[in-house]
């Protein structure tokens, strides 16, 4: 995918959110890296107002975000907990800001789309981006706890919470009895050291 149609977008966004782009001025001339496995993988680099832009070169990224695809519609929502399921490398202070962008420009498709088609069509869309986005972080979910239980009863590859526990306290049981043996253990060993001097 050519990040090229990751930041057009991107930068009519940030043109019309000032704030964002003054967030982002700092950070000029860093290189972010986006892995969207296997949908995406490209790199952007922050320029000098705060924009960014795609780039082609074999730079090294500063920081690198990797986004699972089942919390995108979450990201688009800006759903709080779908932030959580991003992973960071390199560059943590870059990353923040990216990401605090990220969930705070809100942009109005609903306005942009309305210049376009009218603002009845633009707000029926509007609704069903926002429609379909709701109902595909409720399958993900459901499918996700539908899938751990499976996991959990049918083919437990997947321990459940208690027989952690459980294991957990078995392990400290055991780790005393095997202490207080040993100590057993010296104790007659240092008896009958004595005993035979």
Same mark, same amino acid.
């Given at each position: ?11 009519? &966004? ?21 892995? &969207?496995?296997? @949908? ?26 990797? @986004? ?7 990201? &688009?929502?800006? /759903?709080?907990?779908? #932030? /959580? ?11 923040? /800001? ?5 969930? #705070? ?8 789309? =309305? ?14 981006? /926002? ?18 239980? #499976?996991?959990? +009863? ?13 294991? =957990? ?12 043996? +040993? ?15």
């Amino acid at each position: 995918m050519p990040a090229s149609f990751a930041t057009n977008p991107l930068n009519y &966004i940030l043109r019309s959110e000032s704030w964002a782009c003054k967030r982002l001025q700092p950070h000029e001339g860093k290189i972010v890296c986006i892995r &969207i496995p296997p @949908i995406a993988h490209f790199k952007m680099i922050v320029l000098a107002n705060g924009e960014m832009q795609s780039n082609m070169d074999n730079l090294e990224a500063d920081t690198t975000l990797s @986004i699972l695809p089942a919390i995108l519609p979450g990201l &688009i929502m800006h /759903d709080e907990s779908a #932030y /959580d399921g991003i992973s960071i490398s390199g560059d943590a202070l870059f990353a923040e /800001d990216l990401i605090t962008v990220s969930k #705070y420009l809100k942009p109005n498709f609903e306005q942009a789309l =309305s210049k376009i088609l009218g603002d009845i069509p633009a707000h029926r869309i509007t609704k069903a981006k /926002d429609s379909f986005c709701q109902w595909h972080i409720h399958l993900v979910k459901n499918l996700s706890d539908a899938l751990g239980e #499976y996991w959990q +009863e049918e083919r437990p590859i997947i321990a459940k919470s208690n027989a952690i526990k459980d294991f =957990s306290r078995q392990l400290n049981e055991l780790k005393h009895d095997v202490n207080q043996l +040993e100590h057993r253990i010296n104790q007659i060993f240092l008896k009958d050291t004595l005993n035979n001097r």
